[in-house]
């Protein structure tokens, strides 16, 4: 069975810019989470998507959004980047509430 | 690869040694604990997980022990290999609910062959 896929791997965008990511979860996945990771604050919950349903949210800006479509893929989307939007964003899938959590690679986004 | 963090805890160890790497948990609450394993330029790895109701869980080569009195968790690596040289993360779910895994800093595992 494939892995969590993102796309793209690596994203560089200038302050201001707007950028958006895509995960396809595992075959038969419901969920997809999506992760920032930087090295000052580690791993930290963006936003939670279930059968096309945010259904849980970080603390971050309205800035950042996402959608959930109903074959379970998900994007996010950052607008009005800002320097400290540099960050490795992942996404991750499961089958649903309290079930292992599966990562994909990342994106790596460079904010210039 | 990236970096995952500047200042993480580094544990050495010597190849085929046991490792053992410790996280506190912050909430007396969480359901579901996992551990992670993430290598330079990729994303977490799941390693092992436990729930609440048990104490010590084993996979191959891993073990992770739960105390809920003290908030802690371990994992266990037997027979240490180059390979297993990475970035540690327990995190937590509070549960039940939709609430989302809470991680911790991490542990950087290094393995001296």
């Known amino acids: 069975k494939a892995g969590v896929t993102q796309t793209p791997r690596y994203l560089i965008k200038t302050r201001g810019q707007q950028v958006t990511l895509s995960c396809s979860p595992i075959s038969g996945h419901r969920s997809v989470s999506w992760y920032q990771q930087t090295p000052g604050q580690g791993l930290q919950f963006l936003f939670e998507y279930f059968s096309e349903t945010q259904r849980n949210k970080g603390n971050f800006p309205g800035r950042f959004s996402g959608r959930q479509f109903s074959n379970s893929r998900s994007e996010m989307n950052v607008s009005t980047l800002e320097l400290g939007d540099s960050a490795l964003y992942l996404c991750a899938s499961s089958l649903g509430f309290l079930e292992t959590q599966y990562f994909g690679p990342g994106t790596r986004l460079l904010v210039l | 690869g990236e970096s995952v963090g500047l200042h993480l805890p580094t544990l050495s160890v010597q190849e085929g040694d046991n490792s053992i790497i410790n996280c506190a948990y912050s909430n007396s609450a969480s359901d579901y604990f996992i551990w992670y394993k993430q290598e330079s330029g990729k994303g977490p790895q799941f390693i092992i997980d436990?729930?609440?109701?048990?104490d010590k869980r084993q996979g191959q080569r891993v073990t992770v022990l739960l105390n809920k009195t003290v908030k802690h968790l371990s994992l266990q690596i037997a027979a240490t290999q180059p390979g297993d040289s990475a970035v540690y993360f327990c995190a937590e779910n509070i549960g039940p609910g939709n609430t989302p895994l809470v991680f911790g800093k991490g542990t950087r595992l290094s393995v001296i062959a």
């Open positions: 436990i729930r609440s109701n048990m």
